[in-house]
T-cell receptor, first 114, second 114 residues
Framework: DAGVTQSPTHLIKTRGQQVTLRCSPK?????VSWYQQALGQGPQFIFQ???????QRGNFPDRFSGHQFPNYSSELNVNALLLGDSALYLC?????????????FGPGTRLTVT | AQTVTQSQPEMSVQEAETVTLSCTYD???????LFWYKQPPSRQMILVIR??????QNATENRFSVNFQKAAKSFSLKISDSQLGDTAMYFC???????????FGAGTRLTVKP
């Protein structure tokens, strides 16, 4: 049973550029959440996708956008990259939304903005 | 908004001994979940244990147990018979029922020494 996978593993971008991160949920899961984990901190909720729509959003600017495909995989897009966007980006999948459902995390994508 | 505080940035324990990680949280609501997640050096976050706030009985999962003090808003994790594989970052997290914005503490880095 494949768990949550993310690509790429590492990414280096220049300030002002745009980046797309990808996530495939655990088999059977229909909900994908994205988190940003800055160095030395806990993850921060960016948004959650269910049925191809953004269901809830955390305190992140519109530069952060996402998409969910019919096969439940998801993309996180960040425009106009800032140095402060450097972080580990985690994807988590679950069957259904809400914190009552266990979330399974992927290994993350390490984004470095120079 | 709810906040989660982990006051121990780093801890260490000898193999086979017991260690307790602390977590406090702040909320004015009554219906919520609390979690402990483990993030080993390979980065994939794993759920260790979950507690539902309406349940008075403390959750246990094999060597892992919690001490949930609702009035004090405290949620500590006890690891018994520590093993080298327990070395990881441990995050305490909080979420409301049917709310997807899960809040994490800053984490405690636990090292199990042989």
């Amino acid at each position: 049973d494949a768990g949550v996978t993310q690509s790429p593993t590492h990414l280096i971008k220049t300030r002002g550029q745009q980046v797309t991160l990808r996530c495939s949920p655990k088999s059977g899961h229909d909900t994908v959440s994205w988190y940003q984990q800055a160095l030395g901190q806990g993850p921060q909720f960016i948004f959650q996708y269910y049925e191809e729509e953004e269901r809830q959003r955390g305190n992140f600017p519109d530069r952060f956008s996402g998409h969910q495909f019919p096969n439940y995989s998801s993309e996180l897009n960040v425009n106009a990259l800032l140095l402060g966007d450097s972080a580990l980006y985690l994807c988590a999948s679950s069957l259904g939304g809400g914190t009552s459902y266990e979330q399974y995390f992927g290994p993350g994508t390490r984004l470095t903005v120079t | 908004a709810q906040t989660v505080t982990q006051s121990q940035p780093e801890m260490s324990v000898q193999e086979a001994e017991t260690v307790t990680l602390s977590c406090t949280y702040d909320t004015s609501e009554n219906n919520y979940y609390l979690f402990w997640y483990k993030q080993p050096p390979s980065r994939q976050m794993i759920l260790v244990i979950r507690q539902e706030a309406y349940k008075q009985q403390n959750a246990t999962e094999n060597r892992f147990s919690v001490n949930f003090q609702k009035a004090a808003k405290s949620f500590s994790l006890k690891i018994s018979d520590s093993q080298l594989g327990d070395t990881a970052m441990y995050f305490c997290a909080f979420g409301y029922y049917n709310n997807n914005d899960m809040r994490f503490g800053a984490g405690t880095r636990l090292t199990v020494k042989p």
